[in-house]
């Protein structure tokens, strides 16, 4: 994997997160998770690069992202989109989602990325905030969340870029 810088990233951001989907993982060698997402963004906020992620309450992986310091998103090649099938559907509760999908976990000082993944980011996470119906303004949002389970966004700033 080669370092390049956020600004380096070559793909269109917006069809890797919602089209490609990407994998969100935390932990560490110990104990660790991953999860399919499509709900993000990249880009700016006080004065860094930036990722925000969307989890709701029932995920296994929340718990990882908040006992850690840093997260980190993998995309993956077309080829891997029934692994990415497998980690959106199934929980690590249920599941060892490296023996159930073949990926391959890779643990650097911070978080644990994917051998297979085409490009990694990493993020140290700096802020995090609970979504709220007070705050939707269009109402229909309110459809997204019929059980109530509300998203964490969690705001990560881009510590590192790996590219295949
Ligand atoms: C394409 C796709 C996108 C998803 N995006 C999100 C997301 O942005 N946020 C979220 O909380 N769950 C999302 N999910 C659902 C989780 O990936 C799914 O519930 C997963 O099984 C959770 O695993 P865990 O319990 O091991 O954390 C998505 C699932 C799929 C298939």
Not at 25 to 49: F, I, P
Not at 102 to 114: A, C
Not at 128 to 154: L, P, Q, R, W
Request: charged fraction near 25%.
């Amino acid at each position: 994997m080669k370092e390049i810088l956020p600004c380096e990233i070559k793909e269109n951001v917006v069809k890797l997160i919602s089209k490609d989907w990407a994998l969100l993982s935390a932990g560490n060698e110990k104990s660790w998770n991953t999860m399919t997402v499509s709900w993000g963004m990249m880009g700016e906020l006080w004065g860094r690069d930036v990722v925000s992620v969307f989890v709701r309450p029932q995920r296994f992986t929340k718990q990882f992202i908040d006992g850690s310091d840093y997260f980190s998103l993998c995309f993956f090649d077309d080829d891997y989109k029934d692994a990415l099938k497998i980690c959106g559907s199934k929980s690590g509760r249920d599941i060892d989602k490296a023996a159930s999908t073949g990926l391959v976990p890779v643990f650097d000082k911070s978080s644990v990325y994917f051998e297979q993944a085409k490009l990694v980011i990493i993020c140290r996470k700096i802020a995090c905030s609970e979504m709220s119906d007070k705050n939707f303004i269009d109402k229909s949002i309110n459809e997204c969340y019929a059980a109530g389970d509300f998203h964490t966004v969690y705001i990560g700033e881009i510590v590192s870029v790996l590219e295949k």
